[in-house]
């Protein structure tokens, strides 16, 4: 659980997406992301779990160019969310959704696809797994993951919730407007630090 939560808690670009996401949609679609970031935690667990040291030497070569992936990925997303937010402000209170992630299921594959583009998941699980010692019976690896996976989900989940709130809070034009361009901005220079940083 404590490597689960050590992945999912540091705030970055993907948690202010899943929280402004929330916001502008639905705790619905928001927990549907947010399984999907946790979904994308599990799976880098379970290959540092099955693979260890090879999957992170295999991941290595190819951080560079997923981290670029990511930072491209997200920026669009910043921009889409701002644009949206200022054709929202001066539109009827009925302006559509961003398309794209506007159901559970859409808002699912593209949060894991995000999450999956972010190599260091898979390096830090790896660097757990081969620090453990003694720890390579079947049961515990098991374990190992469903914990991770867990913990990570709570925490998005969390962050879902969090999300809702906020849209409830802040349901007027104004206050979607306003939400919708801190976290774009907010999106991107996170996103510009995952090459940066």
Avoid: H
């Avoid at 549907?32 to 992170?56: E, F």
């Avoid at 159901?103 to 390096?123: M, Q």
């Amino acid at each position: 659980m404590v490597a689960g939560y050590a992945v999912a808690v540091p705030v970055g670009a993907i948690a202010a997406l899943l929280i402004s996401l929330t916001a502008r949609t639905s705790l619905r679609i928001g927990s549907a992301a947010a399984l999907g970031v946790a979904t994308a935690d599990g799976l880098y667990c379970a290959l540092a779990v099955v693979g260890g040291a090879a999957v992170a030497r295999l991941v290595e070569p190819v951080s560079g160019p997923l981290r670029w992936a990511a930072m491209v990925v997200l920026l669009a997303l910043a921009a889409r969310t701002a644009y949206t937010a200022w054709r929202a402000r001066t539109d009827a209170p009925t302006v559509k959704a961003v398309r794209g992630l506007t159901s559970p299921g859409r808002a699912f594959l593209g949060l894991l696809a995000l999450t999956v583009l972010n190599p260091s998941t898979v390096v830090y699980f790896t660097a757990l797994v081969l620090g453990r010692q003694g720890d390579s019976d079947a049961v515990t690896a098991v374990v190992f993951v469903a914990a991770a996976f867990l913990a990570s989900a709570s925490w998005q989940l969390l962050l879902a919730a969090g999300g809702g709130l906020l849209g409830r809070v802040l349901t007027g034009p104004r206050g979607r407007f306003a939400t919708a361009t801190v976290s774009s901005v907010v999106i991107a220079v996170l996103a510009v630090g995952l090459v940066l940083g």
